[in-house]
């Protein structure tokens, strides 16, 4: 207990300069500023301005945006809002007008369903699984989200041709 008491008021006395100056605080200042901004340590132009300096390649630059493609980017986003738009309308026409007298409707609401779905879980792939990070795991996780689609595809044109339908299937489950 007495060593814990001696040891705890000798110790700022210890790091502290001729000068009266804090050592320990002036050497956890330079160090941090080593580590902080190791571009401005070894560049001897960088000059001081206000905020700090301006150090190329970090967070300082503007994002430079990539041109706009067809497969990525704003077209593909489009695409998504105006396929989630338009199934509010298509699942409330799909209902009023039942799947067995407009089969076309039930078709196109199966397809939208299926594409919904499947934009949404590769985006969930490619936020979270994307294969510069998880090299095997990514891919694997990509074909086996398009295989399952196509698999979901397949299946849904064979219940809507050769049985009741995707609307009438729900249309007997809500009413049982």
């Not at 700090?52 to 300082?60: D, E, M, Q, R």
């Not at 309308?89 to 089969?103: D, E, N």
């Amino acid at each position: 207990m007495a060593s814990s008491t001696l040891l705890r008021s000798t110790l700022p006395r210890t790091f502290t300069s001729a000068t009266g100056r804090n050592v320990w605080t002036d050497s956890i200042i330079a160090f941090s500023s080593l580590i902080l901004h190791p571009k401005a340590r070894a560049s001897s132009t960088t000059q001081y301005v206000p905020g700090g300096p301006i150090i190329k390649g970090t967070v300082n630059d503007p994002v430079e945006f990539p041109p706009p493609s067809r497969t990525h980017g704003s077209y593909h986003w489009a695409f998504e809002r105006l396929l989630a738009a338009s199934l509010v309308p298509m699942t409330a026409a799909a209902f009023v007008t039942s799947g067995s007298s407009y089969p076309v409707f039930d078709g196109l609401l199966g397809l939208s369903l299926v594409m919904h779905s499947h934009i949404g879980f590769d985006s969930m792939i490619v936020d979270y699984l994307h294969k510069r990070k998880f090299p095997i795991l990514g891919p694997i996780a990509s074909w086996t989200l398009r295989t399952a689609t196509v698999g979901v595809l397949v299946g849904v044109y064979q219940f809507n041709t050769n049985d009741i339908g995707l609307t009438e299937l729900i249309a007997k489950v809500w009413t049982a």
